[in-house]
C-alpha cells in the first residue's frame, strides 16, 4: 500500500501493465562498498554507454521533464516506473518530475533518503 496526498493507495497488477527500471542519474550523496555503481566493468554495455553519456552531457543535477514526458506519454499504457539511480533526490527538480509522471503512471522510489 501506498500513500498519495495523504491517501491510501492499493495497487494491483491489473492497474499497469507495464514495469520498469528508470536510472535517473548515476551521481549519489554516499560511496556504499556494495554498490554497483562503484566497480564499473569494462565490458558492460551499459557502462560504456553511461560513459559516452558522461563526456557528451556531464552531470546534470537536473532532468528536462519535458523531454521525458515527452517519451513517457508515448506508452499506450499505464506502467509501474521504479525510480533509481544514483540518488534520485540529488535532482533538484526530482519532486516535480515525480508529480508529473504520476498524473498517469504509479511509481516506485528507490533511495537513501538522505
Same mark, same amino acid.
Do not use: H
Given at each position: 500500500m501506498d500513500? +498519495? =496526498?495523504n491517501k491510501a493507495v492499493t495497487m494491483n497488477k491489473q492497474d499497469y501493465e507495464l514495469v520498469f527500471n528508470w536510472t535517473?542519474?548515476?551521481l549519489c550523496n554516499f560511496d556504499c562498498e556494495y554498490c554497483i555503481q562503484k566497480y564499473p566493468s569494462k565490458f558492460s554495455v551499459l557502462n560504456n554507454i553511461l560513459g559516452l553519456y558522461k563526456k557528451m552531457h556531464g552531470c546534470n543535477k537536473k @532532468? =528536462? @521533464?519535458k523531454a521525458a514526458m515527452n +517519451? @513517457? &506519454?508515448r506508452l499506450e499504457s499505464k506502467a509501474r516506473i521504479r525510480l533509481t539511480g544514483g540518488e534520485p533526490f540529488i535532482l533538484s527538480n526530482f519532486i516535480e518530475l515525480c508529480s508529473s509522471l504520476t498524473k498517469n503512471h504509479y511509481i516506485d522510489v528507490e533511495? &537513501?533518503?538522505i
Open positions: 500513500k +498519495v =496526498n535517473l542519474t548515476y @532532468i =528536462n @521533464i +517519451v @513517457i &506519454n533511495s &537513501n533518503f
